[in-house]
């Protein structure tokens, strides 16, 4: 009798246990296991209203991309576009582009994603009087300068003409000059739709955005304190599993990591220095360590200070008496690699090993080139960096390498704040070497090039050195107008070569992105610009 | 007393003025771009910095900027960021996390402090006079962010892993008193050594006085020696020590307001110096200013009340 009711209960015990795995692999198969549930996650006060048009800092392009779905999105391991709320995107000239709407994208209070929409948010963006941090990228379009006609003058027109609604989910945008990544950028946040509830009052607007995206707001935002956003459930795209997500603004990225390890909040995309030593031994599998876009450089004034740094060969030198692999190993414990091409590695385009002989750590023949070339004047220069953002180590580590390889007297410049530095730099006041950094704005080996080293980016990028070839500038012309995407890659590669040649910037580490996230979650992935991808995260 | 009372506050103003002056002028001075400070690490663009420039006025030189500031200010308007806040507002987002924090301190402060200062008083050379002054020793030489990041570490972490769940690692309102227990303390903990230690040492030299030795002569009760007689007169240095740092526990509340993420006026200053915001650090720091003279004028008012000697005309 005994026996009989043990084996009974064991009996029932497999078969409810069967029937238990039975239906989670079921639920897996579906690709929906467990939803709803709410996290909280950090993040950093957003410096602008949450408008796509007017963000160009990281904190509020992460809340723009839980909020707003764009024409085209990346995918998280390779970075190719791919089409989001575009249906197509087509063009036969890489000069004028056909965009095609999805059916079933709404706004988050109900108004249809239409072609008007993209065009309204566009024409705000490009009218200098908004004066929106995304205005630059709207200079591509043809009727830009009508709308940004420069300082102390006034637009002449309020609509691009380059955009032309077609038909309620149609419209066509006509570029100046052929830029085959143009499908690429329209990734960016700049891009992104607005609905015509902005219209009425922008500012409102970006303290409680209404998107298209995965989430919406739930509540405005506090500042300084929290944004909270919950799951939209008409999203036309996949829906978020996620009932909300909080994102707790943090100023100190020490306590953020804290409150992570007591799971008081689930993800941390950006983990302080301090828990570098001991966060993968602490989270293991859930400790992500990727690459992402930055680039750093050593710039070098080659128009300020042609006497110093006009010559190839001293660059060079410059560039073979620096020891990469030890610099990121001692001085940046791993969170950064040693860079061996002026293109990020997470890029399409990028080529291992490209920099070559510039890149190899090779003090004797750095000497030799150096000692050939004449050295610098005065056997000095200087080395300069913002002291705000904890650069000395490696600025310091650089000069010692360089006075220790080449003999030269190396002398780190502090400046207050990167902004100082940029002045004087522009100025033509400073005339040292000086540290600089690149990371994307879409995911194009174009955006590693005409923005740092072009003639135009003189005056409108980050081209401190002034840096001019017009064997460079032809090469970027010809792959803007290639149409097949393979073959403009091998003309933007012809022409990273000819700055690989003559090394205006020395790269000299590539970022790393760390982050971690508590057992309470799963499914947590970090794409290429270094943004949670929050609508795929799931409760444990 | 009411003239005394109005003569101060008038003398206030000069300081007030004074104050905002000297700021706005070291903000401008100091140079930093607050448009490139917004775009990070970006270069600005040249355009919509020129834009912003012009809007906020930016290339005026500096009399004029500080004018038009003044005459804003008169108006009640302190100005507004480059991001499009006004700088009331942030102040008055961030201010009553600072003014709880500053009250929870203080109170820990006077509280616990006069009280380890007077048990030390009294049994002075014994055991816990030896740990008094051991442990002020102690928290006077660690600086606020090692001690606020280890208690941080080992009540927050360290204590929910054992499953004992009160202090909270950061802030949170919900949280309600509970929120502020810890980082008061950490807030409060320098100066709490300072006043446990100026306790001992004025207390000591209270009941070495004449009129003391009379009344315990008299023969009154120990209690009441201390309480009334001694301990009256030795509490004007130490009011005057309170006084000042109410002021200083809310402009330094920098670190500890980092430390615990609280959203108050540290967390404000922070952030205005890292992005050039002239604006929002001359009205927090007149605020600082204010709040520094109102309780100075607490504190003289309070020594008429603790010694009736002292008179106000």
Not at chain 1, 120 to 138: D, I, K, M, T, V
Not at chain 1, 398 to 411: C, D, F, I, R, S
Not at chain 2, 213 to 241: C, E, Q, S, W
Request: net charge neutral; hydrophobic share 45%; aromatic share 10%.
């Amino acid at each position: 009798m005994r026996g009989a009711t043990s084996a009974k209960w064991v009996a029932g015990a497999v078969i409810v246990a069967m029937a238990a795995t039975a239906c989670s692999t079921s639920k897996e198969g579906d690709g929906k296991a467990k939803s709803g549930g709410n996290i909280t996650v950090v993040l950093g006060e957003p410096q602008h209203g949450l408008i796509g048009q007017n963000t160009a800092e990281s904190e509020g392009a992460e809340v723009l991309n839980a909020l707003f779905t764009g024409l085209v999105d990346y995918d998280n391991k390779t970075n190719e576009p791919k089409l989001a709320v575009a249906e197509s995107i087509d063009t036969q000239d890489s000069k004028t582009w056909t965009i095609k709407l999805k059916d079933g994208y709404t706004f988050h209070n109900g108004e249809k994603v239409d072609a008007q929409s993209f065009v309204r948010a566009w024409n705000w963006g490009a009218n200098q009087e908004n004066a929106a941090e995304g205005l630059p990228f709207f200079s591509k379009i043809e009727g830009s300068d009508e709308l940004a006609p420069g300082k102390d003058k006034k637009p002449t027109a309020t609509e691009l003409k380059g955009l032309k609604v077609v038909d309620e989910k149609t419209f066509t945008v006509t570029l100046k000059q052929p830029f085959s990544q143009f499908k690429t950028m329209l990734g960016y946040n700049a891009f992104y739709p607005l609905p015509k509830a902005f219209e009425a009052d922008p500012k409102k607007f970006g303290e409680a955005p209404i998107g298209n995206g995965p989430f919406q707001m739930d509540g405005a935002w506090e500042h300084n304190k929290q944004i909270k956003v919950k799951r939209f459930e008409n999203y036309a795209g996949s829906k978020a599993k996620l009932d909300g997500v909080t994102f707790k603004i943090y100023d100190n990225l020490d306590t953020a990591y804290n409150d992570l390890r007591a799971d008081t909040i689930q993800i941390v995309d950006k983990l302080p220095t301090s828990a570098m030593a001991t966060v993968s031994q602490e989270f293991g599998e859930r400790y992500i360590y990727k690459p992402e876009s930055g680039v750093g450089y050593v710039g070098l004034p080659i128009s300020t200070n042609p006497e110093a740094f006009g010559k190839v060969e001293i660059r060079k030198a410059i560039s073979m008496a620096i020891d990469r692999e030890a610099l990121t190993k001692t001085i940046f414990n791993n969170t950064r690699k040693p860079a061996d091409d002026f293109i990020s590695p997470i890029i399409p385009g990028y080529r291992k090993g490209a920099l070559g002989e510039a890149g190899t750590y090779n003090p004797a023949k750095a000497k030799e080139l150096w000692t050939q070339a004449g050295g610098v004047p005065g056997n000095k220069i200087e080395l300069g960096y913002n002291a705000d953002g904890g650069h000395k180590e490696w600025i310091e580590a650089v000069a010692n390498q360089l006075k220790a390889n080449l003999g030269v007297e190396v002398t780190p410049k502090p400046f207050a704040k990167f902004g100082d530095m940029l002045t004087d730099l522009g100025d033509k006041k400073y005339k040292g070497a000086f540290r600089m950094a690149w990371s994307m704005d879409y995911p194009a080996a174009e955006n590693y090039l005409r923005p740092i080293f072009s003639k135009v980016a003189i005056d409108h990028g980050s081209n401190y050195g002034g840096y001019v070839n017009e064997e460079f500038e032809k090469l970027m012309d010809e792959a803007d107008k290639t149409v097949d995407p393979a073959a403009s890659i091998k003309l933007y590669q012809q022409a990273d070569d000819i700055i690989i040649r003559d090394l205006p910037y020395i790269p000299v580490f590539t970022y790393m992105s760390s982050s971690a996230y508590s057992k309470s979650v799963k499914n947590v992935e970090i794409d290429a610009q270094g943004r949670m991808d929050l609508a795929n995260v799931e409760l444990n | 007393m009411g003239r005394y009372l109005i003569r101060r506050l008038i003398q206030a103003i000069p300081v007030l003025l004074g104050a905002t002056f000297l700021i706005y002028f070291l903000t401008f001075a100091l140079g930093g771009d607050p448009v490139q400070a917004l775009a990070g690490e970006k270069k600005a663009d040249p355009l919509v910095a020129a834009m912003l420039r012009e809007k906020y006025h930016l290339d005026d030189p500096f009399l004029v900027q500080y004018w038009n500031y003044l005459t804003g200010v008169l108006q009640g308007n302190l100005g507004e960021t480059l991001n499009g806040r006004q700088v009331l507002d942030l102040i008055t987002e961030a201010f009553p996390y600072t003014v709880n924090l500053a009250i929870v301190a203080f109170a820990i402060e006077a509280l616990v402090g006069v009280t380890a200062g007077i048990m030390a008083a009294l049994r002075r050379g014994k055991f816990l006079d030896q740990l008094v002054l051991i442990s002020t020793l102690l928290v006077i030489s660690i600086p606020v962010f090692v001690t606020g990041f280890v208690l941080q570490l080992l009540l927050g972490v360290e204590l929910k892993e054992l499953g004992f769940d009160f202090f909270p690692v950061s802030f949170n309102e919900s949280d309600g008193f509970k929120a502020y227990l810890l980082p008061g303390f950490i807030l409060a903990s320098t100066s709490l050594a300072y006043v446990t230690r100026l306790t001992r040492t004025s207390l000591m030299e209270t009941m070495r006085a004449d009129y003391v030795r009379t009344a315990v002569a008299k023969g009154l009760p120990r209690r009441r020696v201390v309480v009334n007689h001694a301990l009256r007169n030795a509490l004007i240095p130490i009011v005057t020590f309170l006084g000042a740092d109410l002021g200083s526990l809310m402009g330094g509340a920098v670190i500890t307001e980092n430390i615990f993420n609280i959203n108050g006026i540290g967390g404000l200053i922070a952030q205005a110096i890292r992005l050039d915001q002239g604006t929002v650090l001359v009205g927090v720091v007149t605020l600082l200013v204010l709040v520094y003279l109102l309780a100075n004028l607490i504190v003289d008012l309070l020594y008429a009340v603790l010694d009736p000697r002292i008179r106000y005309a």
